[in-house]
């Protein structure tokens, strides 16, 4: 069996920082984990406004508190995220995420991170990056 605890993966390596100061995620779950999936507690930092691509990724998103918005780009349409709310980016598609208020998401990504990943210039992460170690 595998434990972890959110408080102390966030004072390791798995904390990873938004090099353009969006957000916070911590990986939980990652690759090496072997669990097909990898599962994340990401922060939205409040005012954040940014475009996203996830290309080689499918992503499910939950809001466990917070406010704010995901736009998809294709077509326009707008999507309120609020506590309990779930959101799924099953075509990958391009979208805005904006947070009025700080959001606290958790986030399950299909193929896994593999833990070190920030998005590229298009807005997706790429299929290897560096492995994080226990």
């Given at each position: 069996?595998?434990v972890?605890?959110?408080?102390?993966?966030e004072k390791?390596?798995?904390?990873?920082?938004?090099p353009?100061?969006?957000?916070?995620s911590?990986r939980?779950l990652?690759?090496d984990d072997?669990?097909?999936?990898?599962?994340?507690?990401?922060?939205?930092?409040e005012?954040?406004?940014?475009?996203m691509?996830?290309?080689?990724?499918?992503?499910s998103?939950y809001?466990i508190?917070?406010e704010g918005?995901?736009e998809?780009?294709?077509d326009g349409k707008?999507?309120?995220?609020?506590?309990?709310t779930?959101?799924n980016?099953?075509?990958?598609?391009?979208?805005?995420?904006?947070?009025?208020?700080?959001m606290?998401?958790?986030?399950?990504?299909?193929?896994?991170?593999?833990?070190t990943?920030?998005?590229?210039k298009?807005?997706?992460?790429?299929l290897?990056?560096d492995?994080?170690s226990d």
């Amino acid at each position: 069996m595998l434990v972890r605890q959110l408080q102390e993966a966030e004072k390791t390596d798995r904390k990873i920082v938004d090099p353009n100061g969006n957000w916070d995620s911590t990986r939980l779950l990652l690759k090496d984990d072997n669990m097909g999936f990898s599962f994340h507690i990401t922060t939205i930092y409040e005012g954040a406004d940014f475009r996203m691509h996830y290309q080689n990724h499918l992503e499910s998103v939950y809001c466990i508190s917070g406010e704010g918005e995901v736009e998809t780009l294709d077509d326009g349409k707008k999507y309120a995220i609020t506590p309990g709310t779930l959101y799924n980016l099953d075509k990958h598609d391009k979208h805005m995420l904006r947070a009025f208020k700080e959001m606290k998401l958790a986030c399950v990504f299909n193929p896994p991170l593999h833990g070190t990943e920030v998005h590229n210039k298009d807005g997706a992460y790429e299929l290897e990056a560096d492995t994080i170690s226990d």
